[in-house]
């Protein structure tokens, strides 16, 4: 089992900042790709950037040159550097992990999720 635990997340004004960081627990070994996820209200959960331990990144093309994914492979950590934030940016944003289970098999997990609100 691998556990996420999210911070960071809160209230900022548009056009400001805010970092969101996400620590895995657990069974970390064979973490391949983890990320971030966000909802907002009524609509569906959508993929905001990942990135693999070799440091490989996919980004939503709505954060593009907004916000950065990182990793810290060492301490099984993940974090999320939003800038220019948006009042279309609010919402929960939950973590995401993707682990390796052997014979080309591999289990999700999620956060309990951190809301993010962007007030204009």
């Known amino acids: 089992q691998v556990q996420l635990v999210e911070s960071g997340g809160g209230l900022v004004q548009a056009g400001g900042p805010l970092r969101l960081s996400c620590a895995a627990s657990?069974?970390?070994?064979?973490?391949?790709?983890m990320g971030w996820y966000r909802q907002a209200p009524k609509k569906q959960r959508e993929l905001v950037a990942t990135?693999?331990?070799?440091?490989?990144?996919v980004y939503a093309d709505s954060v593009k040159g907004r916000f950065t994914i990182s990793r810290d492979n060492a301490k099984d950590t993940v974090y999320l550097q939003m800038n220019s934030l948006k009042s279309e940016d609010t919402g929960v944003y939950y973590c995401?992990?993707?682990?390796?289970?052997?014979?080309?098999?591999?289990?999700?997990?999620w956060g309990q999720g951190t809301q993010v609100t962007v007030s204009s």
């Open positions: 657990g069974s970390t070994f064979n973490i391949n790709t």
């Open positions: 995401y992990a993707r682990r390796s289970t052997g014979w080309g098999a591999s289990r999700d997990y």
């Open positions: 990135i693999t331990s070799g440091g490989s990144t």
